[in-house]
């Protein structure tokens, strides 16, 4: 069974086929800057050279399309024929309160993505757009939704509820969503089996560390909290988003720099975060390359980054009343042995030993702490696009 994952941005999609037999990618790629001069295709083919499509897509219509051309291609193609897709699986950022499971998408389901346009402005209307061209283009294909926010719809009311006036999350569902909820899924599961936890009595925090990071608590499987908020920008000190500050600076901000409560909200999520400290970069190997080079503004950005992290992890230790391990994924999370090493330098006083040495250059999936660690220290590589394909086949296999 061959699967199409889907993943539309704003102004990007990317996309893998993956067949079920041996979760292989057949294929995958991106389409860029759509919906802006330049927009361009790059599709690679297991075993086949890259192909490159330059070529205008005035919106996502035309990027599925130009997906489907580039999968049939004659030389660059990885299937003959559109049916050998059995169905395709859309991550779609926001399902509000609405949706705590992955589901099969039919009217009334596109009716509450809809719904949800408010709460993600940027990906649900791209998200929508992306499963209507498929289902243009393949009318009898299972399409299903995956929502970034589902994983996250077990935290408790007490978790969930901001401490503003009652009537607002009556009226507009104002409350902590939480995202990356696909990621925390996969790796939490992985961790209990790599770490040999009995999930039925488990507690772990997945540290999410990418371009965008948030951290979650998840016991028994379930999760119980999550850093990031309403929307993507609580949490964590991210690439370019602030994470959690008093919300005062926002009024303050726009009164100094005469900017409306829109521009400042813009600066938080694009220009904030470890850019936004060092006047550097977004990306954490140039910080790391500055920080070696003795820069002081790139140090300060990495050692807040850190402290974030670390300050989350200690609260959610107490939201769970203890932990048997802590996990790192995603970009840093994944390849950066130094940051995992300054985050948990924070918690030699509850006995967590790094096996210093396996850890510096670790990448795979595995366990890094020592064998005498009070709580065990995992890396796990996420893999969002093999979970949204296992959920989009187990719902189809049941349908
Ligand atoms: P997203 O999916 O949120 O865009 P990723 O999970 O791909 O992000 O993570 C991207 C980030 O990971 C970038 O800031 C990049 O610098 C960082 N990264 C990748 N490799 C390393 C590394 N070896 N050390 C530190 N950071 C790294």
């Known amino acids: 069974m061959k699967i ?5 941005g704003s102004s990007s999609l990317k996309y893998q086929l993956i067949d079920m037999e041996n979760e292989s990618v057949v294929a995958k790629g991106i389409c860029e800057r759509i919906g ?4 361009k295709l790059t599709h690679k083919p297991a075993g086949k050279d890259t192909l490159v499509v330059e070529k205008p897509m005035k919106d996502h219509n035309d990027a599925v399309a130009m997906v489907m051309d580039a999968l049939q291609d004659e030389t660059s193609g990885v299937i003959s024929d559109i049916n050998e897709i059995k169905a395709v699986g859309h991550r779609v950022l926001h399902g509000g309160k609405f949706f705590s499971d992955s589901i099969i998408i039919n009217d009334e389901v596109k009716e509450v993505i809809k719904a949800c346009f408010e709460l993600g402005p940027l990906h649900n209307p791209a998200n929508l757009i992306g499963i209507e061209a498929c289902e243009k283009i393949m009318p009898n294909t299972p399409q299903v939704a995956v929502f ?22 009556e009226k507009y569902n104002i409350r902590k969503y939480g995202f990356h909820g696909t990621s925390h899924s996969y790796v939490s599961k992985r961790t209990i089996e790599v770490a040999g936890l009995d999930k039925d009595n488990s507690k772990v925090i997945v540290c999410h560390l990418g371009n965008g990071g948030s951290v979650s608590a998840v016991v028994n499987g379930k999760c119980v909290d999550t850093s990031m908020g309403l929307t993507p920008l609580e949490g964590l000190i991210m690439g370019t988003r602030s994470g959690d500050l008093d919300p005062a600076v926002v009024q303050y901000i726009a009164h100094k720099e005469n900017l409306s409560l829109e ?13 936004g400290i060092s006047g550097i970069s977004s990306d954490f190997r140039d910080l790391i390359a500055k920080k070696q ?13 850190e402290y974030r992290v670390a300050k989350y992890i200690g609260s959610y ?8 391990a802590i996990v790192f994924t995603a970009g840093v999370g994944e390849n950066n042995g130094v940051v995992r090493e300054k985050v948990l330098d924070y918690f030699g006083y509850l006995g967590i030993k790094l096996d210093k040495e396996k850890n510096l ?7 890094v702490s020592t064998a005498d660690s009070s709580v065990k220290v995992c890396v ?8 949204i394909a296992r959920e989009t086949k187990a719902l189809v296999e049941k349908y």
Do not use: W
């Open 36 to 39: 802006i001069e330049g927009s």
């Open 263 to 275: 521009e400042v909200i813009e600066i938080l999520n694009k220009k904030s975060g470890v850019l």
């Open 361 to 367: 250059n670790y990448r795979e999936e595995g366990i």
């Open 148 to 169: 970034d926010t589902a994983f996250h719809q077990t935290m408790p009311e007490k978790a969930y509820m901001y401490a503003i006036p009652y009537e607002y999350y």
């Open 4 to 8: 199409l994952v889907i993943n539309c």
């Open 293 to 305: 080079e003795g820069d002081e503004r790139a140090t300060l950005a990495l050692d807040a980054f």
């Open 380 to 387: 796990i590589p996420t893999n969002e696009e093999i979970a």
């Open 317 to 324: 230790i107490t939201a769970m009343n203890g932990v048997d």
